[in-house]
């Protein structure tokens, strides 16, 4: 297996796929539904607006497609991702990377898409492999602290089951 790969729902992500996950969880994290379906405007959203999923999904999948999209995209995730951009935005793949293991415990859900949109706005190739890892590495911190969140509080419970 090399390691550029990342797996959603024991699948292969890599290549186009995998710029498109990424792009969808910064969106996610981003966006709220109504920024997204903005983006998406004209492109048959209103069909969208039952399954927010949808929404995201469609969003990254057109603003690979289309330079139009991937303009109103960037437009709003620079603004929203400003803080972010500021601090990674000029960062070499190999310093987003130091930052994520020097942050990793630290890091917010914004601070990673930060880290996540600064790699995939540059729409190089290069680093790839890091916007594959820092994608999977997001997914884990998002559903860890979920998955942290709605844990019982009272030690020893999970044991006794």
Known sequence: MRMNRMFNNGRSIDGEAGRIHALRLVLLAALDRDDALRCLEGEGAAALCRWPSG????????????????????ARLDAVLAGQLA????????????????????LSSLELAGMLWSLLRRQELHG?????????????AIFAGSIADARPSTPGRLAAH
Do not use: K
């Open 87 to 106: 601090e990674h935005g000029a960062a070499s793949p190999a310093q987003i990377a130091e930052r994520f293991h020097e942050g990793r415990d630290a």
């Open 55 to 74: 929404i995201y999904a469609a969003l990254g999948h057109a603003a690979f497609a289309s330079p139009r999209i991937w303009g109103r995209c960037q």
């Open 128 to 140: 790839e492999a890091l916007l594959l890892r820092l994608s999977a590495e997001f997914e884990v």
